[in-house]
């Protein structure tokens, strides 16, 4: 049973939004992905989301009862997951047509309540004492530890967040796209050191939601899923095994390589979260593109910017397009578009993408292999 | 050293006891008794063997610096402190917990990666947090 991705849309404006709350950017997405499917929420009978409002809310306001739901929530990689698990239900006959809907008032904060993270937890005993102030100051930690083992260095910590900017500056939707340099990257204000602010994603309102079925159900433009892989490491960045290498990178992206039956070269296309600068090195090292330590030149020799032979991150990513909160679904969006031939900075004749996504800091992490060819 | 608006962590059963050695000025870890592994955070079990057979011991206090960033955007109770290094510190028992670091100008040329440490201790309500300082000591 092939599955693929029947339709992928965006809420219809990113960024700053505080005029609609967080189930309005859920519902504008859901009802924009049917439409790009050219299905009705009659066709759908599974809703698949993270957080608040969940899929019982989702499907509610839809008007859909649904037949099997899940609520996997494990940060920014969770629609990634949900598209996996959609995948492994409708081959298992408990659904045929799933919508995975994500919106976040992440900016704005409309009706997003923030979930508090009490001083007993794991984080409030034994990370927040030490005045952690979310992802710039925890998803950071890894770095210094990685530049010293592999001899990054700061110049090529930034030409990530430079080679980014030049496809946001292709793409009329990324939030930010006039280009910059490396000395504007390191003359920009200090957030976390090393972490200068334009090596950290933005803070965006803003939705996508997809709608994931079999190919025979599908209307116009399957993007089919070869492969996935799913993994976690520690809860709490403090206890990631190694700080220089993610073991949920490279164990999802295993899985998917291995269910998709593909090798690097097959790969025209590539999407890896980005919260943070770090984080493509670690992802073209920790699923195998590149060997340890040559991820960083890799990027400042140009081979992930436009023209170069693996291009990465296409919208702009986290650093320069958009950074809800919880990525994924901005990263698997882009992909589609790859794929279908309709991306602002359309990479010619990809024919298959691969996206990594991350949750909370290291923490989980879930690989997608997407064609537009049927495997 | 007293730092009363920072945030206090608040004791749970299984990690009473490290709260506990905190408040004594030790610095108490787990250890299993079937794999001779030591493990952090506090657990039930050993996350190494899946052995029970834990028991808690005193860990040296003297560690090295794995890896940190300088915050320059204080988080609450934080405020005076100027840029501050968050840390993550490996004990000589081979376990790694985050940490301040305290005792020495944050600059990163003060702060070169496997630098030598040892633990102090930070009263903070009624729970004592484990800081660390260069080994050497205070350089003020």
């Known amino acids: 049973m092939n599955i693929v991705i029947a339709g992928a849309a965006e809420t219809d404006e990113l960024g700053k939004l ?27 009978d599974g809703v698949a989301t993270v957080g608040v409002p969940g899929p019982i809310q989702i499907a509610h306001a839809l008007g859909v009862t649904p037949a099997w739901l899940d609520g996997t929530g494990v940060g920014g990689s969770s629609f990634l997951f949900h598209v996996r698990h959609a995948a492994a239900a409708i081959r298992a006959g408990l659904c045929t047509t799933v919508l995975v809907t994500h919106g976040e008032s992440g900016r704005s904060r409309v009706g997003a309540p923030r979930p508090a993270l009490g001083p007993d937890s794991l984080i409030g005993q034994f990370e927040l004492p030490y005045g952690v102030l979310g992802p710039p100051t925890m998803f950071t930690l890894t770095a210094l530890r990685y530049m010293k083992e592999t001899g990054l260095t700061h110049e090529q910590l930034a030409e990530v967040a ?121 992802g073209l090292e920790d699923l195998g593109f590149v060997k340890r330590g040559e991820a960083g030149p890799f990027i400042a020799e140009g081979h992930t910017s436009p023209g170069g032979r693996l291009p990465l991150n296409t919208n702009g990513g986290g650093l320069s397009y ?26 010619p004749g990809a024919e298959i993408s691969v996206v990594l996504g991350n949750g909370g800091m290291f923490a989980s992490a879930a690989t997608l292999v997407l064609s537009n060819h049927r495997p | 050293m007293t730092a009363s608006h920072k945030p206090v962590p608040k004791p749970t059963p299984e990690t009473q006891p490290f709260w506990d050695g905190t408040a004594e000025g030790r610095l108490r870890i787990q250890r299993c008794r079937a794999c001779a592994r030591h493990y952090f955070y506090p657990r039930p079990a050993c996350p190494h063997c899946g052995s029970d057979d834990v028991v808690w011991v005193t860990a040296s206090g003297r ?50 990666l496997d630098m030598a440490l040892r633990v102090v201790f930070e009263r903070r309500g009624d729970v004592h947090v484990p800081l660390f300082e260069p080994a050497g000591g205070p350089v003020r």
Request: proline share 5%; glycine share 6%.
């Open chain 1, 322 to 347: 958009t950074h809800t909160g919880m990525y994924g679904m901005f990263a698997i969006q882009e992909s589609v578009r790859q794929l279908r031939g309709e991306a602002a900075a359309q990479v």
């Open chain 1, 162 to 282: 430079v080679a980014q900017r030049r496809w946001a500056h292709l793409n009329p939707r990324a939030m930010f796209q006039d280009l910059i340099t490396v000395e504007d990257v390191l003359a920009s204000r200090m957030v976390a050191y090393p972490f200068h602010l334009l090596e950290c994603c933005l803070v965006t309102d803003g939705g996508g939601a997809l709608i994931v079925t079999t190919e025979e159900r599908a209307r116009r433009s399957p993007v089919h899923l070869l492969g996935s892989g799913e993994s976690a490491e520690s809860p709490i960045i403090s206890q990631m095994e190694d700080f220089t290498t993610s073991a949920a990178f490279r164990r999802s992206g295993e899985a998917a390589f291995a269910e998709a039956g593909i090798s690097h070269d097959d790969v025209d296309h590539l999407m890896i979260y980005d919260a943070f600068a770090h984080v493509p090195v670690y």
């Open chain 2, 63 to 112: 560690a090295t610096l794995y890896s940190y960033v300088i915050s320059h955007r204080p988080a609450p109770g934080f405020e005076d402190d100027g840029p501050y290094a968050i840390a993550v510190v490996e004990l000589e028992e081979g376990v790694r917990m985050m940490t301040n670091i305290v005792g020495v100008e944050i600059t990163p040329q003060n702060l070169p």
């Open chain 1, 18 to 44: 505080p005029h609609m709350s967080t189930a309005q950017l859920h519902l504008q997405a859901a009802r924009n992905a049917l439409a790009d499917a050219g299905m009705t929420k009659d066709d759908i």
